[in-house]
């Protein structure tokens, strides 16, 4: 097993999943352990002091001026966490919790928080004994970070709270008394640092990267499958066109599409025919999931910064040194988590508009409906019905949360981010898209049915013949349910990815492009 030494290596997205899900080990080498402990030794020495340092010796938001004395201070960081444990709603998923603890050691083990050497072990001995803590998906407005939600996190610390266990959730006392476990005593300034950061907000965008890059691959992969369904033209994806307008999503998408179709004897059957363009839907694919992608890789370097930043407050950087600022503020993420969410659904969108478009019968050879026989059957008619109600619905998600801002802490936090909103809405409208691509991979598939003899390019022919390995054609009308699910199965598993990849291998054709690397998740 691989080991990622906290606050010392660069995390990424992917080893960020990693660490959540156990695949690499996470440690505190000895370098950072010193750090750790010459902190916290900072932050006990600025509590015996008489200055007024924030959060460490004073109260917190309106009660900044407010001095508590230093037999008081881990009564004050407790208590901290008590209050401030206010978030409703049902529990986040438990890989988001984990995400949440590996975030937070992160941030941090790199010694400017004051945070105890025990309490950050405490934090890896949850993770590594899946004594995962059950977080309220509701209550943050990411402002001083995430602090109802990362409240709830930490309960679990003092014995609090709940935790998911072997499969249940119980309450973290029972589960310490099974194991044996003593909760912890909070030293000054811990609970401050715990609670101020954005790592609900981040987790979230950890998996809104991983799970819109999925959306961003299947949506080239579908788009050209119905591309060869339609009989649509390849000349809008050249690469001297791109060149002229150089949006590196854009050149990535028209590639891929290039390679996706090459060899296709569907598309070279009509390269001469009288149409002069097609649909948007079909010729502005790199235009509309290029802009996609540019959209992602915002996301995926603001939220690789903010995964490798410290975010709490205040910040020591020696006993002599500490500075009360607003690095907890979630608008550096806020406002690409909404642009991906937007990005997210127009793929939505314009996938809609090729399942429509599909329907028509105005390609030589496919029937109107994707079914020779209509009048007594329906067809693909209604499947389409669900694809608008999924885009419609992302439309209503697109508003952007980080528009608004409600003043809290009696105005000391006058400006808010509402980054937990737009980051849990944005995998929400993922997840709606997952679905619409799934539609299309079905649609797409009987159009091109109607092609036969004719195959496409061998990566394509290999992602058709898969599907029909669990996809059947529709020739009358049938409950269609389990056919779409079961085509939304294989867009969120990844597994045509896997296949045009090993095909490409084996054949020694291109599908990866010259941009792949840079859009690489």
Request: glycine content about 8%; hydrophobic content about 40%; overall charge negative.
């Amino acid at each position: 097993m691989n080991t990622f030494q906290y606050g010392q290596d660069q995390l990424t997205v992917g080893t960020a999943l990693q660490l959540a899900r156990k695949e690499i080990k996470g440690e505190l080498s000895p370098e950072t352990r010193d750090k750790i402990q010459a902190s916290a030794l900072a932050v006990a020495n600025i509590a015996n002091r008489e200055k007024a340092v924030y959060g460490i010796n004073t109260g917190f938001g309106p009660l900044c001026t407010s001095k508590i004395s230093a037999a008081d201070t881990q009564t004050l960081q407790e208590n901290l966490l008590k209050s401030h444990a206010v978030g409703l709603g049902e529990p986040v998923p438990i890989e988001i919790s984990k995400l949440m603890l590996v975030l937070k050691l992160q941030a941090l083990a790199q010694g400017f928080s004051g945070i105890k050497l025990e309490t950050l072990e405490r934090m890896l001995w949850m993770l590594e004994n899946d004594v995962v803590p059950v977080v309220p998906i509701q209550g943050s407005v990411g402002a001083s970070g995430d602090l109802a939600p990362l409240s709830h996190l930490f309960l679990p610390l003092l014995g609090l709270g709940k935790v998911h266990f072997e499969g249940e959730i119980y309450r973290t006392s029972i589960v310490f008394e099974k194991l044996g476990i003593s909760p912890l005593s909070l030293g000054p300034k811990e609970g401050l640092a715990l609670i101020n950061g954005t790592q609900f907000m981040a987790a979230y965008g950890v998996k809104v990267v991983d799970r819109l890059h999925n959306l961003l691959v299947h949506a080239d992969i579908t788009g050209a499958m119905m591309i060869e369904g339609l009989m649509g033209s390849i000349k809008p994806f050249s690469p001297d066109l791109h060149q002229l307008r150089p949006f590196a999503g854009n050149k990535h998408v028209a590639q891929t599409i290039l390679n996706l179709l090459h060899g296709s004897e569907i598309v070279n059957s009509h390269l001469n025919c009288a149409r002069v363009q097609d649909p948007y839907s079909l010729r502005c694919m790199p235009q509309v999931h290029g802009a996609s992608r540019n959209a992602w890789l915002h996301l995926k370097d603001a939220i690789e910064t903010e995964i490798n930043s410290v975010t709490d407050n205040p910040v020591v950087f020696s006993e002599d040194h500490t500075i009360s600022g607003g690095s907890f503020h979630g608008q550096p993420i806020a406002l690409p988590l909404d642009y991906a969410c937007l990005a997210a659904s127009e793929l939505g969108n314009i996938s809609d508009r090729r399942i429509y478009l599909s329907l028509e019968g105005g390609t030589p050879g496919v029937p109107k409906l994707l079914l020779k026989e209509t009048g007594l059957n329906s067809g693909l008619m209604i499947p389409q019905y669900t694809t608008a109600a999924l885009a419609s619905e992302n439309k209503g998600l697109c508003f952007p949360a980080s528009a608004d801002s409600i003043p809290t802490s009696l105005g000391q936090e006058d400006h808010v981010s509402m980054g937990s909103i737009g980051a849990r809405k944005a995998l929400q409208v993922i997840g709606n898209v997952e679905k619409i691509l799934g539609i299309e991979l079905f649609y797409a598939g009987q159009a091109m049915d109607f092609h036969a003899p004719l195959k496409s390019g061998k990566i394509m022919t290999a992602i058709h013949e898969h599907l029909r390995t669990k996809i059947t054609p529709v020739i009358n009308d049938r409950v269609m349910t389990e056919d779409m699910e079961t085509a939304i199965e294989m867009i969120q598993s990844g597994e045509l990815i896997e296949i045009a990849n090993k095909v490409a291998k084996e054949e020694g054709l291109q599908y990866q492009t010259e941009w792949s690397k840079l859009f690489d998740c």
